[in-house]
């Protein structure tokens, strides 16, 4: 049997439509805060009372009579919005913004925010009063119920409700009654609500809007900062003065920019647009960038920095669309681009902007959810692209070019940097390659900015092809005029320069001969007055300190010979010895004394070589020997010591050394240093070297490096251990003391150095670091 039927809807629907769509409180009230903007209204306030547990939102719209009220509100999923004319969307454009909301699902936003409701209104062409009250929790019950059979309440009110601080329409307008809240209203949540609500209506305070207030009552008369009170910036002035911002407009197939820095005009551009998607719109926007400087005051008069407050928010018919704009959001894929090139390349944290879009309804449809953004379709593709390529990239190149080459611009807040030579050539680099685009046309730029340098110094041939670009394009005989005169005098600068660099260039050589002159002879004076001026003082001093070292020579050997006796005492008590155990105490004893021999032995050695290295100094090298230390250039004296103290020894390798222009002043031991060279040299000698290299580098601001090596046989690894060659007492030579290289780190050590070997056996290669002031 056939038959015509009908869908029956659930009374479930409530929350399909409701809480599920619009998810969270703060979009709910958004949904409100639109409904009342589309409603022509000129104020909004909205009161949180935390003990009536109700929250009344208050508007002068044109309001709803009681038809309205059962015709059009009570029809679900009904918008009037929607059905507007796509020939006269524009002339509905207020100030305040033009439709917010076009699904006819907001009024369900009340269900989110309450298990009740009641609606006062009265419309423009009437007196009366309408009310409706509705209990959301009737719609939860069961499921098999109609939606439709549920009953809600029309009726006429005598008067609106009485309200603490929010103002009563004396007209037309709604009051919202949301009983039974169902979150905790506090001065947090509140604050929360106004900077989004700041960002949802005006976020930088640029433009002219419905005036929006917030109260919360919770007991007291005390007014709250910051939760009582108008919403709002007031932050046009620091955005449009101390920035560099650019203003874009999209209409009728054209693109019009216009580009400022802390308040100075530098140019004005009109271009086609090739963006077809958006022929039917018109697009608005205002891009900013904030250097360090703007950041900082930014943060001081909102009470939060720029990243946290957002980026680019987009608006469409005057009302926000959320998410984009938030702190995580990315739609335009800025951080993602940053990532490839970090000094390049804005990302979100960089710029702060609005963009604006005017458009017949469903032109751009918002996901239903309220929190999504826009749909993504043909249409919010192209205008993604244009907001990118026309406005942030467009801000970006001169940012980049021009602010980010300057490191003090970032804590300028006026546009003073821009009067140098060598930012108005920036500057002019900028402005010129938008000339050479046949497709732009330019209005307008600074002329007292973008003009070519009069020092010669500050013209790049980049620069110089941009200003001609530029002046062919607008056909400007004066600028023409600037580029051949700059020419001019680049042409003169060259030649004069290349004759002053030829002059230079022979005072140069003739002045590095006599240097060279002199140097040699003040070295061989100074050697030969070193060794010959000995006088009855010095020869004091050099005995002083070979009696120091000598001292320290004989009590080492004192020792030494002390813990020789000690083992020969040992030794004699094993004939007396009657079990293992006695034996392992006594051989633990001879091992301890044995070690105390070999360090006493060490001690005297380096004592040795100590003295022989002061001996050596009494006729060659001045030093200071009232003290062991100096405080100098310890690279010029390993230096000096090669060259006075080593050169000519016989049966030692030729010395090299490569120090560049490195330096190291610290205090040090010209005595450890002389000793710690004689190892090397010594150690050399034995591996049949013919020459060493001393290699001197900068390893860090604090420390430098030398590498140590010789052509030797180097370190036979079948005989030797490379890991213990450091170590007191080993040694791979019949004829070694297993000392050398013991000392020879011992002082770096001391020092505050290491010693390491590099070498991988087939050449002996030590690596000294050694800490210090390096010049």
Not at 196 to 221: M, Q
Request: negative net charge; glycine residues 8%; hydrophobic residues 35%.
């Amino acid at each position: 049997m056939q038959g015509h039927d009908k869908f029956r809807i659930s009374s479930h629907l409530k929350d399909i439509i409701g809480r599920d769509l619009v998810t969270n409180e703060f979009v709910a009230i958004f949904e409100l805060v639109k409904n009342s903007f589309d409603a022509g209204a000129t104020s909004v306030g909205i009161e949180f009372d935390t003990e009536a547990e109700t929250i009344t939102i208050v508007d002068d719209g044109h309001g709803m009579s009681q038809s309205d009220i059962r015709e059009k509100w009570l029809f679900v999923a009904y918008s009037e919005k929607a059905l507007a004319q796509a020939d006269n969307y524009r002339d509905k454009i207020r100030p305040g913004g033009q439709f917010a909301g076009s699904k006819g699902i907001g009024r369900f936003a009340c269900d989110t925010l309450g298990v009740g409701l009641e609606l006062f209104s009265r419309s423009e062409s009437s007196d009366e009063i309408a009310k409706l009250s509705i209990d959301w929790t009737l719609f939860e019950e069961s499921s098999s119920e109609e939606f439709q059979e549920i009953d809600v309440l029309v009726s006429q009110a005598n008067s609106f409700p009485e309200t603490s601080n929010a103002t009563l329409p004396e007209g037309s307008g709604t009051v919202l009654v949301i009983k039974g809240t169902r979150h905790r209203w506090n001065e947090e949540r509140v604050r929360r609500l106004r900077r989004d609500l700041a960002k949802l209506i005006d976020p930088f305070g640029t433009t002219d809007t419905v005036e929006v207030s917030t109260w919360l009552y919770d007991g007291s008369d005390k007014w709250i900062d910051g939760v009582d009170g108008p919403v709002g910036n007031e932050i046009s002035d620091l955005l449009e003065q101390k920035t560099s911002r650019i203003e874009v407009k999209i209409e009728h197939g054209e693109i019009s920019s216009t580009l400022y820095d802390r308040g100075r005009k530098i140019y004005a551009i009109r271009e086609p647009s090739p963006y077809e998607e958006l022929i039917d719109c018109e697009v608005t926007g205002q891009i900013y960038f904030l250097n360090r400087s703007a950041k900082s005051t930014f943060t001081r008069r909102m009470g939060v920095r720029p990243v946290e407050f957002g980026s680019i928010f987009l608006f469409l018919n005057g009302f926000r669309i959320s998410p984009i704009g938030d702190e995580t959001d990315d739609t335009f894929g800025l951080n993602r681009r940053k990532q490839q090139g970090q000094s390049r390349y804005f990302g979100t944290r960089d710029v702060l902007g609005r963009v604006d879009v005017l458009a017949r309804p469903k032109l751009f449809r918002e996901v239903s959810s309220r929190d999504a953004g826009l749909v993504e379709d043909a249409r919010s593709r192209a205008l993604y692209e244009a907001i990118r390529t026309n406005m942030v990239f467009r801000l970006e190149r001169y940012v980049v070019g021009v602010n980010w080459q300057d490191k003090q611009d970032q804590d300028r807040d006026t546009a003073d940097g821009l009067e140098t030579d060598s930012a108005r050539s920036r500057v002019l680099t900028v402005v010129g390659n938008l000339a050479r685009s046949t497709d732009v046309v330019i209005d307008y730029f600074d002329k007292d900015i973008v003009k070519v340098s009069e020092d010669p110094d500050h013209i790049t041939d980049k620069a110089l092809r941009a200003m001609s670009d530029l002046a062919e394009r607008r056909g400007d005989p004066a600028l023409l005029d600037q580029v051949e005169s700059a020419r001019r005098r680049i042409e003169q600068l060259k030649q004069s320069r290349e004759e002053a660099r030829e002059q230079a260039r022979r005072a140069l050589e003739e002045r590095q001969r006599a240097d060279a002159r002199i140097a040699l002879l003040e070295q061989q004076a100074a050697f030969l007055g070193s060794s010959k001026d000995i006088d009855i003082e010095r020869v004091q001093l050099l005995m002083h300190q070979a009696t120091i070292h000598l001292g320290h020579l004989s009590s080492a050997v004192s020792n030494a010979v002390h813990e020789v006796n000690s083992l020969l005492s040992s030794a004699q008590e094993a004939d007396e010895l009657e079990d293992l155990e006695e034996a392992e105490d006594l051989f633990a004893t001879i091992r301890q004394a044995a070690r105390r021999v070999s360090v006493s032995l060490a001690g005297a050695h380096l004592s040795g070589d100590r003295l022989r290295s002061v001996l050596s100094f009494a006729p060659n090298i001045r030093v200071d020997l009232e003290t062991d230390r100096v405080d100098g250039d310890i690279v010029q004296f390993i230096g000096e010591y090669f060259e006075v103290r080593v050169a000519g020894v016989p049966d030692l390798p030729n010395v090299k050394l490569e120090a560049g222009n490195v330096s190291l002043h610290r205090e040090f031991s010209p005595v450890d240093v002389a000793v710690l060279i004689d190892n090397l040299l010594d150690n050399a000698r034995k591996a049949k070297a013919s020459q060493i290299e001393f290699k001197v580098s900068k390893k860090s601001a604090k420390s430098i490096a030398i590498l140590v090596s010789d052509d030797g046989l180097g370190i036979d690894t079948r005989r030797v251990d490379p890991a213990k060659i450091f170590e007191r007492g080993y040694t791979g030579s019949t004829k070694g003391t297993g000392l050398g290289l013991y000392s020879a780190r011992q002082i770096i050590e001391t020092m505050g150095g290491t010693m390491v070997l590099v070498g991988d056996g087939s050449r002996a290669i030590f690596e000294i670091s050694i800490p210090g002031d390096v010049a």
